[in-house]
Protein backbone atom coordinates (compact mmCIF):
# COMPACT_ATOMS: atom_id res chain seq x y z
CA UNK A 1 0.00 0.00 0.00
CA UNK A 2 1.77 3.28 -1.28
CA UNK A 3 1.81 6.00 1.56
CA UNK A 4 2.95 9.46 1.37
CA UNK A 5 2.92 11.08 4.73
CA UNK A 6 3.90 14.89 5.47
CA UNK A 7 5.26 16.28 8.49
CA UNK A 8 7.08 19.73 9.44
CA UNK A 9 3.73 21.76 9.56
CA UNK A 10 2.87 24.13 12.67
CA UNK A 11 2.67 28.04 13.68
CA UNK A 12 5.44 30.02 12.75
CA UNK A 13 5.48 34.29 12.99
CA UNK A 14 5.71 35.76 10.03
CA UNK A 15 9.33 36.23 8.09
CA UNK A 16 9.73 32.85 9.47
CA UNK A 17 11.05 29.13 8.31
CA UNK A 18 9.58 25.87 8.09
CA UNK A 19 10.70 22.94 6.06
CA UNK A 20 7.93 20.17 5.30
CA UNK A 21 8.69 16.91 4.97
CA UNK A 22 7.10 13.86 2.69
CA UNK A 23 8.14 10.24 3.47
CA UNK A 24 7.17 7.94 0.79
CA UNK A 25 6.05 4.41 1.63
CA UNK A 26 5.08 1.21 -0.54
CA UNK A 27 7.18 2.11 -3.51
CA UNK A 28 9.84 4.34 -4.78
CA UNK A 29 9.10 7.41 -6.27
CA UNK A 30 12.74 8.09 -7.68
CA UNK A 31 12.06 8.05 -11.64
CA UNK A 32 8.90 10.10 -10.80
CA UNK A 33 7.72 13.53 -10.30
CA UNK A 34 7.08 14.38 -7.05
CA UNK A 35 4.99 17.52 -5.83
CA UNK A 36 3.46 19.71 -3.58
CA UNK A 37 -0.04 21.68 -3.48
CA UNK A 38 -1.74 23.79 -0.83
CA UNK A 39 -5.37 24.29 -0.08
CA UNK A 40 -6.30 27.67 2.03
CA UNK A 41 -9.71 27.76 3.78
CA UNK A 42 -12.25 28.55 1.20
CA UNK A 43 -9.92 28.14 -1.60
CA UNK A 44 -9.06 25.89 -4.19
CA UNK A 45 -6.25 23.29 -4.28
CA UNK A 46 -2.96 25.41 -6.10
CA UNK A 47 0.10 24.20 -7.10
CA UNK A 48 3.13 25.12 -5.56
CA UNK A 49 6.07 23.38 -6.20
CA UNK A 50 7.28 20.16 -8.38
CA UNK A 51 10.37 18.05 -8.98
CA UNK A 52 11.30 15.58 -11.31
CA UNK A 53 13.32 12.48 -11.28
CA UNK A 54 16.37 14.55 -12.62
CA UNK A 55 15.67 17.07 -9.72
CA UNK A 56 14.17 19.77 -12.39
CA UNK A 57 12.42 21.94 -10.23
CA UNK A 58 8.98 23.99 -11.06
CA UNK A 59 7.44 26.31 -8.59
CA UNK A 60 4.56 28.50 -8.50
CA UNK A 61 5.26 31.85 -9.71
CA UNK A 62 4.29 33.62 -6.71
CA UNK A 63 6.36 31.34 -4.70
CA UNK A 64 9.31 31.52 -6.53
CA UNK A 65 12.47 32.80 -4.45
CA UNK A 66 10.33 32.11 -1.55
CA UNK A 67 10.12 27.69 -1.19
CA UNK A 68 12.68 25.47 -2.54
CA UNK A 69 11.72 22.14 -3.17
CA UNK A 70 13.92 18.79 -2.69
CA UNK A 71 14.03 15.27 -2.94
CA UNK A 72 16.85 12.68 -1.35
CA UNK A 73 15.47 9.10 -3.54
CA UNK A 74 17.68 7.32 -0.94
CA UNK A 75 15.01 8.19 2.10
CA UNK A 76 12.29 8.24 -1.02
CA UNK A 77 11.41 11.56 0.46
CA UNK A 78 10.90 15.17 -0.99
CA UNK A 79 10.81 18.68 1.25
CA UNK A 80 9.27 21.77 0.52
CA UNK A 81 12.00 24.40 2.35
CA UNK A 82 9.37 27.78 3.12
CA UNK A 83 11.25 31.22 4.08
CA UNK A 84 10.32 34.50 4.90
CA UNK A 85 6.51 32.95 5.43
CA UNK A 86 3.43 35.10 5.59
CA UNK A 87 0.38 35.20 6.34
CA UNK A 88 -0.91 34.22 3.06
CA UNK A 89 0.76 31.13 3.07
CA UNK A 90 -1.26 29.73 5.34
CA UNK A 91 -2.82 26.31 4.31
CA UNK A 92 -2.73 22.67 4.24
CA UNK A 93 -0.12 21.61 2.82
CA UNK A 94 -0.26 18.11 0.38
CA UNK A 95 2.34 16.22 -0.88
CA UNK A 96 1.23 14.16 -4.06
CA UNK A 97 3.20 12.24 -6.41
CA UNK A 98 2.56 10.28 -10.14
CA UNK A 99 2.57 6.98 -10.51
CA UNK A 100 4.66 6.87 -13.91
CA UNK A 101 7.05 8.43 -15.17
CA UNK A 102 6.62 11.55 -16.89
CA UNK A 103 6.72 15.73 -17.08
CA UNK A 104 6.10 17.90 -13.84
CA UNK A 105 3.04 19.16 -14.16
CA UNK A 106 1.32 22.12 -11.78
CA UNK A 107 -2.76 20.03 -12.16
CA UNK A 108 -3.37 18.37 -9.25
CA UNK A 109 -4.80 15.62 -11.86
CA UNK A 110 -2.18 14.39 -12.92
CA UNK A 111 -0.79 13.63 -9.60
CA UNK A 112 -1.81 9.74 -8.55
CA UNK A 113 -0.97 9.57 -4.56
CA UNK A 114 -1.37 12.15 -2.23
CA UNK A 115 -0.99 13.09 1.57
CA UNK A 116 -2.75 13.30 3.94
CA UNK A 117 -1.77 17.44 4.27
CA UNK A 118 -0.11 18.91 6.99
CA UNK A 119 -1.57 22.05 8.48
CA UNK A 120 0.75 25.38 8.12
CA UNK A 121 -0.08 28.30 9.98
CA UNK A 122 1.49 31.55 9.70
CA UNK A 123 0.54 34.51 12.27
CA UNK A 124 1.56 38.27 11.46
Same mark, same amino acid.
Given at each position: @?????????????????????????????????????? @??????????? #??????????????????????????????? @??????????????? #??????????????????????? @??????
Amino acid at each position: @QVQLVESGGGLMQAGGSLRLSCAASGRTFNSNTMGWFR @QAPGKEREFVA #AIRWSTTTYYADSLKGRFTISRDNTKNTVYL @QMNSLKPEDTAVYYC #AARATRGPASGESGAYDYWGQGT @QVTVSS
